[in-house]
């Protein structure tokens, strides 16, 4: 499966982005769709996943509050809302679709990844 993310962008801090990760070549059918980012010189950190069957969110400590993950099975789609931005939340952000294996907080669970799209915070 192919996972096109876009949506990113510059916005000021206290705003808000939503992030889209369209799958493409087949229905998306696996367990979940996650989103990791990565900023310059850090690991990649987990923030939030979806059960794809069961519209299920699990968040990582850095969304909680402030961002929502959903999914639309019909345009084989899911998105990150992201609300109350901040200049810490810059970053490249990543789609991928987890393997139905393990942790969903842990991105080598992931079998495949979008290309990313970077997300810039303005203080």
């Known amino acids: 499966v192919q996972l096109q993310a876009c949506g990113g962008g510059l916005v000021q801090a206290g705003g808000s982005l939503r992030l889209s990760c369209a799958a493409a070549?087949?229905?998306?059918?696996?367990?979940?769709m996650g989103w990791f980012r990565q900023a310059p010189g850090k690991d990649r950190e987990f923030v939030a996943a979806?059960?794809?069957?069961?519209?299920?969110?699990y968040y990582g400590d850095c969304a909680k509050g402030r961002f929502t993950i959903s999914r639309d099975i019909a345009k084989n789609t899911g998105y990150l809302q992201m609300n109350r931005l901040e200049p810490e939340d810059t970053a490249v952000y990543y789609c991928?679709?987890?393997?139905?294996?393990?942790?969903?907080?842990?991105?080598?669970?992931?079998?495949?990844w979008g290309q990313g799209t970077l997300v810039t915070v303005s203080s």
């Open positions: 991928a679709a987890h393997n139905g294996v393990g942790l969903l907080q842990n991105d080598k669970e992931y079998s495949y």
């Open positions: 070549g087949r229905t998306f059918s696996s367990f979940a």
């Open positions: 979806i059960s794809w069957s069961f519209d299920s969110p």
